[in-house]
């Protein structure tokens, strides 16, 4: 579990830091005051089993505890964006199994798998052509990068489910994994990433509140629908084409 986290911005994009550094005392003093809402941010829980380990064998990824034996530290992590299997520096496709509840819901063929949270939907996620969803709403989400197929688009499952994803039989080499970008390791067939929403969100501090901090990064910081505004229709007395047909130009006249 963690203490409530209030997020200043002194990097660059800042989606996910709301508070300016600049009046930091003061804004401090607001949330100490009680001041303020929280957001939980749903986090993933990987567990990286190898083959022929104890933990493969352990029904559901809800029941593997980081006491475990056999258990090492970058083996079990707790993620806050997102889980990428990919292909690495292998020239052929990834070619992996992807698992939902125990279910074998289809083979992935092309560059890798984004699992992530509803806070990593706006990072990795949507650059891969997820959609954005609200880090309030209880999910994971499933986005394919770069598929060899014109139908395989991202999905949305319920926070809880157990996602498994293992390397094909019939791949051609193994895979990597990577866990918020970090802790890269490489897993072969027989090996299994096991991902479910973990049991601790992120408590972050909100500068307004849930609704506007979120619209307002999307606006800030990725442009959300910026575009030249339409211009409104002209009104009868101003058109051109109804002044000709009344006979009020200056041709008529």
Not at 147 to 158: A, Y
Not at 160 to 181: F, H, Q, T, Y
Request: net charge neutral.
């Amino acid at each position: 579990s963690m203490p409530p986290v209030m997020a200043f911005n002194m990097g660059s994009l800042g989606f996910l830091t709301p508070f300016s550094f600049q009046d930091f005392k003061g804004q401090v003093t607001q949330v100490l005051e009680g001041n303020a809402g929280l957001l939980l941010r749903y986090r993933l829980k990987c567990v990286i089993c190898r083959k022929d380990s104890q933990m493969s064998k352990i029904p559901h990824v809800k029941q593997i505890q980081r006491s475990h034996s056999t258990i090492q530290s970058k083996t079990h992590m707790l993620v806050f964006n997102e889980v990428v299997v990919d292909r690495g520096q292998s020239p052929y496709l990834c070619n992996i199994d992807l698992y939902v509840e125990g279910k074998l819901v289809t083979t992935v063929q092309g560059d890798g798998l984004i699992i992530s949270t509803p806070t990593g939907s706006t990072a990795y996620a949507v650059a891969a052509g997820a959609s954005m969803v609200h880090p309030n709403v209880p999910a994971i989400v499933i986005t394919p990068i770069c598929p060899h197929s014109l139908s395989f688009r991202p999905v949305v499952v319920p926070a809880g489910v157990e996602i498994k994803i293992m390397v094909s039989p019939e791949a051609r080499n193994s895979a990597w994994v990577s866990l918020d970008g970090r802790n890269r390791q490489e897993i072969f067939e027989g090996d299994s990433v096991r991902i479910t929403t973990a049991q601790y969100p992120v408590p972050s501090v909100c500068a307004k509140d849930q609704m506007d901090d979120w619209f307002e990064s999307l606006a800030e910081c990725l442009h959300w629908n910026v575009r030249k505004p339409q211009k409104p229709m002209p009104t009868l007395i101003d058109s051109p084409s109804t002044n000709s047909l009344t006979g009020n130009s200056d041709s008529s006249s």
